[in-house]
């Protein structure tokens, strides 16, 4: 009796909120252009931003140079590569690329007529003929360029393999030391980044996952935490890592990492202080706010959000009020280029990558009005089914969300029997939905309380 009471309460205080106009986030696109073939493997801004590099090294090597202000192509080049970096002078492009399936190449280019200044392929070892790079971090303050190499004896992923984290001279790209060592190289490796000010330098790898942090003056661990549980049967993978830009003793790191029994897994994004060597945070790791699966992420208004692509996603964190602030499907209908992107932080837009182009903004609170409809929903609070009143002939869809914000549920609208539109809650938990229907232009938003 106390619970009903609960959320019937819980839905007369809702639906008195919802009463006045609230304005809803939203994505605008700028313009997208079309591929004519491959994919955007990296890219970033020119010097100034004005202008964007992007490179693909798969179906088909290229790198253009496009406008920001409408994205046509401004240079084109025969040749590309699976990941790129700036020099710290932004003179030169440092290339990843892989000529072969077996072979790994670096190169690097002037950026002024992309001139091949130097180039190293590492050499083969007589039983492991695979040798290529998975990625690669420039240093902002010494004259270096650190990368994973896959050293292995075959295409496919199983079998003998190595990675190690080698150090390049990044003007003549001759291999000059190594970050790993001992049992380091069985380690699988996948995510690297540097700190801004050079004085550390991040890993994660895959299967048990560890974050491993060395410091650039000595080449030595102080950081060799494992994030995830040993010997759990399950396989965690780390998506994406990132020091903070305003303090270096912070990192960013996304992932799937799995515990013993499944107590406190962590799927989503952590925060991470070297000092204290332990996560800070880890509320967009845990439900309700999970960020989700396989993301990548991209920190802007000054540290304060974070735009993150789990798997069919495209979500905004709000880190300063800890609740997840957008939450937009992708679908082919609503596609977004998000396989890589760029934040300009002066002008406050995106440009993101795939088979597509896209530039856009993300404005918080800016759409259309999201609106408390007049007419009653019933019944509500509900064990099961909720009838909304369809006034609108134009509707094109619906969705489900929870009270955290997080989408569970959207589906396009075909028809509503006797002006009704009929949704069973009957397969959620109890607690309290908000459900917003797409009526043109107009955003009907309605409260609805699920009793257990």
Request: aromatic share 12%; charged share 20%; glycine share 6%.
């Amino acid at each position: 009796m106390k619970r009903k009471m609960f959320f019937t309460v819980a839905a007369m205080v809702l639906l008195f909120l919802s009463a006045s106009s609230i304005r809803a986030a939203e994505i605008t696109i700028d313009w997208r252009q079309k591929l004519d073939s491959g994919i955007v493997d990296d890219l970033h801004f020119m010097p100034g931003q004005e202008q964007f590099i992007l490179t693909s090294g798969q179906d088909k090597e290229f790198t253009e140079i496009r406008s920001c202000e409408d994205g046509r192509i401004l240079k084109s080049y025969p040749y590309g590569g699976k990941q790129f970096e700036f020099t710290p002078d932004s003179s030169k492009l440092i290339f990843m690329c892989q000529p072969t399936p077996e072979t790994g190449e670096l190169q690097i280019r002037n950026l002024a007529d992309m001139n091949l200044l130097a180039s190293y392929q590492p050499p083969k070892e007589e039983e492991l003929p695979y040798s290529y790079y998975e990625r690669i971090a420039v240093d902002p303050v010494r004259p270096l360029v650190y990368a994973i190499r896959i050293i292995k004896n075959g295409y496919i992923s199983n079998g003998i393999f190595k990675r190690k984290i080698l150090i390049y001279n990044s003007e003549t790209l001759q291999p000059v030391g190594e970050l790993t060592s001992g049992v380091d190289s069985i380690l699988k490796f996948s995510e690297i980044a540097v700190s801004k000010d050079g004085k550390y330098f991040a890993a994660m790898n895959y299967g048990d996952s560890k974050l491993t942090v060395w410091s650039l003056d000595t080449r030595k661990k102080i950081v060799d935490k494992f994030i995830s549980d040993q010997n759990t049967g399950k396989f965690s993978e780390p998506a994406d890592i990132k020091f903070s830009e305003l303090n270096t003793d912070k990192i960013y790191f996304t992932g799937d990492f799995y515990r013993k029994n499944n107590v406190g897994n962590l799927v989503g994004l952590c925060i991470f202080s070297i000092s204290e060597n332990r996560i800070i945070d880890s509320t967009f790791a845990i439900q309700p706010n999970s960020l989700g699966w396989n993301p990548k992420i991209y920190l802007f208004e000054n540290e304060t959000k974070v735009l993150g692509t789990p798997t069919g996603y495209f979500k905004v964190l709000d880190l300063i009020n800890k609740k997840i602030e957008y939450v937009r499907e992708v679908t082919p209908q609503n596609e977004l280029a998000i396989g890589s992107i760029i934040c300009s932080k002066q002008l406050k837009y995106f440009i993101g990558g795939s088979y597509l182009i896209d530039k856009f903004n993300y404005q918080p609170g800016t759409s259309v009005p999201t609106e408390s409809p007049k007419e009653t929903i019933y019944p509500n609070p509900t064990s099961g089914i909720v009838n909304i009143p369809m006034n609108c002939i134009n509707s094109g869809k619906y969705e489900i969300y929870n009270i955290s914000g997080r989408l569970l549920y959207s589906t396009e609208i075909t028809g509503a029997t006797n002006n009704l539109l009929t949704i069973d809650f009957s397969q959620y938990p109890a607690g309290v939905y908000s459900v917003k229907i797409y009526c043109g232009r107009q955003i009907l938003q309605y409260q609805v309380v699920k009793e257990g």
